[in-house]
C-alpha cells in the first residue's frame, strides 16, 4: 500500500529531464554554436546591431535578458517549490547529498575567482559567474551517454542544479541590484502581499496570480531589483495544494502552469537566451585574453572549482557517513557528473551581464564562460564515457 502514492504521482518536471530539459540542452549546444558562427561572420554587423534596436524603450537584448528570462526564472521557482513540498527535496535525506555538493560547487568556483581578481575592484564584482550550473546543458550532456550513467546519479545531478540555481537566485537578488528606487519597490511589496492573500483565499485560477505576477514585474523592473527576481517570487505564491500524505494534484495550478512553461523554456526561451549572449566577435582575439584574470578566474573557476567543489564535498559527506553513495554509481561516475557541472552557460552568462556594462569585459566574460563550459562537458562526457558500462543489476530507479 505504501507505493502507492509513489506510482500514481504525476511525473514533475524534475523526473521529466531527460525527455524535455536534456533534449532542451542539445538544442542550446547548437544555438551557442550558431551564436559563435554568425558572429565571426559577415552577419555579425547585421547581429550586433539587431540585439540593439530598441522596441518600447528597451533594446531587444534587454527585453529577451529582463524579460523572457523572468520566464526561465518562473519555471525555476516553481520547480524548486514543487521538489521542496512534494519531490526530491521534500526530505532532509534526499537534500543531504546533493544540498552539500551545492554548497562546495559554489564556494570553490567563487574563491578560486575572487584569488584571481582580488586586487581588481573592476573585476572582482564577478565573483558569483563561475559559481552556476546550466541544468539544461548539463544533463543535455548526459543524455547522450544513456544507461552509462545510473538513474541515481541523473537525479543528484538534477536535484544539485535545482539547488544550485536556488543559491544564484538568492546571489542576485543580494548582490546584483542598481541604486534602489523606493517607491516601486514599496510597490513591488505590496503586488507581493496581494499575491499572498490570493494563496491564502485558496485561489486556484492561474489568471489573478499572472495579472498580479505581470505587474510585479514592471515594479521589480523600475525599483533596481533585477526583474528575474519577480519570476521566483510569483512561483512561491502560486499553489500547489498538497494533501498530508498523498502525490501533489494534477489539477493544481502550480503543476498545470509549471507543465505548460517546461517546453517553451526548455526549446525556446532558453535557446532564444543563449543565441543572443553567446555570440562573442573573436576578431583581434589572441591567447593574451587567458592571460587576463578575468577570463582566466572564470575557466579555472568552472573547469575546476566546480569539480573540486561538488566532488569534494561529496566524497567528504559520504566518507564522514553524513550521506550516502548515489545508488549503483562509482566513485568515477560521481566524479564525471561533478565535471559536468562545471557548465555554467545560460546562468553564468547571465550573472555576467549583471556583473559588467562595458562590451569589452562581457566578450571576456564570455570567452571565460565558454572556455570553462567546453572543458567542463567534454571532459566530463569522456570521464563518464570510459568509466565502464555498470552491470544491468546495478541498475536502480529511483520512484517518487
Not at 192 to 197: F, G, N, P, R, S
Request: with cysteine.
Amino acid at each position: 500500500m505504501n507505493d502507492v502514492p509513489s506510482l500514481i504521482r504525476p511525473p514533475s518536471v524534475l523526473r521529466r529531464f531527460l525527455d524535455s530539459e536534456a533534449s532542451g540542452g542539445i538544442i542550446l549546444m547548437f544555438a551557442a554554436a550558431l551564436a559563435l558562427i554568425v558572429a565571426n561572420s559577415p552577419l555579425a554587423e547585421t547581429y550586433f546591431h539587431a540585439l540593439h534596436i530598441y522596441i518600447g524603450g528597451l533594446s531587444l537584448l534587454h527585453w529577451i535578458n529582463d524579460g523572457l528570462m523572468v520566464i526561465f526564472f518562473l519555471l525555476v521557482g516553481l520547480e524548486i517549490k514543487r521538489e521542496f513540498l512534494d519531490g526530491q527535496l521534500a526530505s532532509w535525506s534526499n537534500r543531504m547529498l546533493p544540498g552539500i555538493a551545492a554548497a562546495g560547487g559554489v564556494a570553490i568556483p567563487a574563491l578560486i575567482f575572487a584569488y584571481l581578481n582580488f586586487s581588481n575592484p573592476e573585476t572582482i564584482r564577478g565573483w558569483a559567474i563561475p559559481s552556476a550550473t546550466d541544468i539544461a546543458f548539463a544533463l543535455g550532456v548526459i543524455s547522450l551517454l544513456g544507461s552509462r550513467v545510473p538513474t541515481s546519479l541523473k537525479v543528484f545531478l538534477a536535484t544539485l542544479a535545482i539547488l544550485d540555481d536556488l543559491a544564484a537566485v538568492a546571489i542576485i537578488a543580494v548582490f546584483y541590484t542598481s541604486d534602489i528606487a523606493m517607491p516601486y519597490l514599496g510597490a513591488a511589496a505590496a503586488a507581493t502581499l496581494v499575491l499572498i492573500v490570493l494563496n491564502r483565499m485558496g485561489v486556484m485560477k492561474l489568471l489573478p496570480y499572472l495579472i498580479v505576477g505581470a505587474v510585479l514585474w514592471y515594479l521589480v523592473l523600475r525599483s533596481g531589483v533585477h526583474a528575474t527576481v519577480a519570476g521566483v517570487i510569483l512561483a512561491m505564491a502560486i499553489p500547489l495544494r498538497p494533501a498530508p500524505g498523498k502525490p501533489d494534484d494534477m489539477t493544481s495550478p502550480l503543476h498545470k502552469l509549471e507543465h505548460a512553461l517546461s517546453n517553451w523554456v526548455s526549446f525556446l526561451i532558453v535557446p532564444i537566451f543563449g543565441f543572443a549572449n553567446a555570440g562573442v566577435s573573436f576578431a583581434g582575439v589572441d591567447a593574451t585574453v587567458f592571460r587576463d584574470t578575468l577570463t582566466l578566474g572564470i575557466a579555472l573557476g568552472l573547469f575546476i572549482g566546480k569539480q573540486v567543489g561538488v566532488f569534494g564535498a561529496a566524497w567528504l559527506s559520504i566518507k564522514l557517513r553524513l550521506t550516502a553513495k548515489p545508488m549503483g554509481a562509482t566513485w568515477a561516475q560521481i566524479y564525471g557528473v561533478s565535471l559536468l557541472c562545471g557548465i555554467g552557460f545560460t546562468m553564468s552568462l547571465f550573472i555576467g551581464l549583471l556583473s559588467f556594462p562595458s562590451d569589452h569585459m562581457q566578450d571576456e566574460t564570455k570567452i571565460g564562460v565558454l572556455t570553462g563550459s567546453i572543458l567542463s562537458a567534454v571532459f566530463g562526457y569522456l570521464v563518464l564515457r570510459f568509466c565502464g558500462k555498470r552491470k544491468p543489476e546495478q541498475e536502480e530507479e529511483l520512484i517518487g
